[in-house]
């Protein structure tokens, strides 16, 4: 089945990881990586069958526009691109290289055929905590303010150290299924 190759460009570290993270929820496609492209522009890439990377795209770029009307800059779907995905994977930091616990597939291979194990899924909590220790705190502390339900008191959060914020805010970002 032909692949296609789905990107969506945002401002902001937050809209990036909204954007994979419901394009990775909506359909069954891969996280080729992302791009930060200056200026606070920021670019994630993912590629599956058409239709799987058309849902996620369009689920992803609704949802980043959720958190704000401007936060989204651009999306596109490229359907049977005549060149190889990999081919702008090199262009792109690459996320399994960057992350110790990125999705693997494990294989194993059998007398007569290779087949697929199973699919170890990552620490859903040390990736958002590692995205929200790269932000600022001044950043951390916006982002917090916008949570309903915070478990800091919104008076408390301007005197809130980084590390306390990363732990509330990873707990209340982390939806357990």
Request: aromatic share 2%; proline share 2%; charged share 30%.
């Amino acid at each position: 089945m032909k692949q296609a190759i789905g990107m969506i460009e945002t401002k902001g570290l937050i809209a990036l990881i909204e954007a994979t993270d419901t394009m990775l929820k909506a359909s069954e496609v891969r996280c080729l990586g992302k791009k930060q492209v200056g200026g606070g522009l920021n670019t994630v890439l993912i590629s599956g069958d058409v239709a799987a990377v058309e849902t996620a795209v369009q689920a992803g770029s609704a949802s980043v526009q959720r958190l704000g009307e401007d936060l989204l800059t651009a999306s596109h779907v490229i359907a049977r691109p005549h060149i190889e995905a990999t081919t702008f994977v090199d262009e792109i930091q690459k996320v399994a290289e960057s992350k110790p616990n990125e999705r693997e597939e494990v294989v194993v291979e059998t007398s007569d055929q290779i087949e697929n194990t199973e699919i170890v899924e990552t620490d859903q909590k040390k990736k958002v905590r590692y995205k929200l220790q790269q932000m600022k705190v001044t950043e951390l502390r916006k982002l917090a303010k916008e949570q309903p339900n915070f478990s800091i008191p919104q008076k408390n959060i301007h005197r809130t150290n980084k590390e306390k914020l990363v732990k509330a805010l990873s707990d209340i970002l982390i939806i357990d299924e």
